[in-house]
Each structure stands twice: as C-alpha cells, then as structure tokens.
C-alpha cells in the first residue's frame, strides 16, 4: 500500500492520537479501549482491522499492534528489529541474545539475518516472520536465564539484552546460534580488553554447563588471555569431552587439558580472527 492511499477517519485519528501522545508507538488490542471509551467491542475490533488493512498499523501479533509512521510505506515498513521484539514476545521475561547480542555489543563483523530472543517459557511457533524478518525464540530455562540488562541501541533506544559476559556465556553454550564457534572466539577476541573476567567466571559456574567451562578454558588458552580464572575453570571441570563446535562432525584430535574434541583446527580459527 502506497503512502498515497492512507486515509485516516475521525476515529482512527483518536486512536492514534492517543498513543502518539504518550509517546507510544505500539499498543495492544485491550487498551484501545482507553483511547475509545464510548466504542463497542465489534466497532474497534472492525476499526484495527480497517486501519491494518490501510497501513495504518501494522499487527505484530495476535492483540498487539505497531502504528506505522504516516509517511512509510506500509507494504514493507518494520520498527528496528530490536525494538520490535517488545511486540512479538508473549512472555515479560525475555531478552534479546545470541548473535543478535553480538550486534547490539558491535562483537560482530557480518550482519545478522534474523534477530535471536531468549524467552524463559516455549513460545510457539519459535519462529515467526515479519516483513520478511525472521524473529527466532530460544528456550532457557530457569538456571541459564539469567544476566540481562536494559542496554542502549542508539541515542534514543534501549533494550533489553544480555549483558556483554553473559552473551559470551550464552553463545559457548550453543554456538551454532552464534555463527559457529570461529564467530565466538572472534566475539571474545575483540572485547578482550572489556570483558569483566571474574563476572565470566561467575556467570559460568552459575550456568552449570561443562560445555560452556571446556569451550570458554580452551578458548581464552588459544587467544593467549593469560588470566587467573583459567585455574579456577580447570578445577570445575569434569573428564568426559564435548565437541567444539556443534556444527561440524565430532571428529578431530582429543584436547586432554580441556576435554574437548577439537574439530576445528586452531589455524582456521586463528586466521579467522586475524582477518
């Protein structure tokens, strides 16, 4: 729909008005209500559809709507897709996480293709897609769903997301939602120099994941960050092993000191980063 065919009656401008001067841009379907005292249920029901129908708003969800700025075309309008996330969740308690971290905290020199949620309750379906975005919600339960903060994505905006450490934590624990394991060595390489390592630590006992100890040990060996916290990751970790990268076959050389079945080689991940 073109910008030329938005028509806005008087009771859409109400609506609109209403969360535009609150300094809203998105609303959900009961508190239309507020912005329409004297409407019947049928009548703002039919008026949402009419005013989605007339790019006026755009139905993020079921009940949940996004005002679409006049002057966009609706047809392929979308919010950042950061900020976005508040709409399409059914849950409070989420987070922004994962690769899409990784942009948020510029750890990352590849775009992302899609924008990656941590919820603390399945949602379904876990994707969905949105003007031809891809919106991906992983499941943490209650021992990894931890570390989140509000965090700045531009001068106006901010989100919530995982913290710099616990993005970290969370993409050893599941690289292949991270770009492969290459992705996150490249991730811990650039914030070496900001990285709170004893909040690291922390984050990784309380995770109580081995896979997330034996990668995090073995790649700050690899990176040469000398630092205490790689005795205390010896100490708690077991002897069984666990691949390095969850994409590729579970083959290659076995790392005792770390218990890792290394299939990557250390060159390609080496030469990786410098590049």
């Known amino acids: 729909m073109n910008i030329k065919d938005k028509t806005i009656s008087k009771q859409s401008g109400q609506l609109l008005s209403y969360f535009l001067e609150k300094g809203r ?10 912005a329409l005292p004297t409407s019947k249920e049928g009548a703002i029901k039919e008026l949402l559809s009419d005013m989605t129908r007339r790019g006026l708003l755009l139905r993020l969800r079921k009940g949940m709507y996004q005002i679409i700025p006049y002057e ?7 919010p950042d897709w950061h900020l976005a996330v508040g709409g399409l ?9 994962y690769y899409s971290a990784l942009q948020i905290h510029q750890l990352i020199t ?15 379906p876990s994707t969905i897609t949105l ?30 997301c995982s913290d710099i450490e616990k993005t970290i934590i969370d993409c050893l624990f599941k690289p292949d ?10 991730a811990i390489q650039i914030a ?3 990285l709170q390592y004893e909040k690291l630590l922390d984050y990784a006992k309380q995770f109580k994941s081995q896979a997330v100890i034996k ?35 579970n083959e290659g050389p076995f790392i005792s000191r770390w218990s890792i079945r290394q299939n990557l080689d250390t060159e390609t991940i080496q030469s990786a980063i410098t590049t």
Do not use: C, M
């Open 215 to 249: 990668r995090l040990g073995f790649l700050l060996e690899l990176l040469d960050i000398d630092i205490p916290i790689i005795t205390a990751l010896q100490k708690i970790k077991s002897s069984s092993y666990i691949a390095l990268d969850t994409e590729l076959p």
């Open 131 to 160: 003007q031809n975005v891809s919106f991906q919600f992983i499941y943490h339960n209650s021992t990894h769903f931890f570390g989140a903060k509000k965090t700045w994505i531009d001068s106006y905006h901010q989100v919530l």
């Open 72 to 78: 966009q075309n609706s047809a392929n309008y979308l």
């Open 25 to 34: 841009d998105r609303f959900a379907y009961g508190e239309a209500f507020a």
């Open 110 to 124: 590849q775009p992302s293709l899609k924008e990656q949620v941590v919820v603390s309750k399945q949602q379904s």
């Open 192 to 194: 070496r120099r900001q």
């Open 177 to 186: 939602y991270a770009g492969g394991i290459v992705e996150v060595a490249k």
């Open 89 to 97: 969740v059914k849950s409070e308690n989420y987070y922004i996480g």
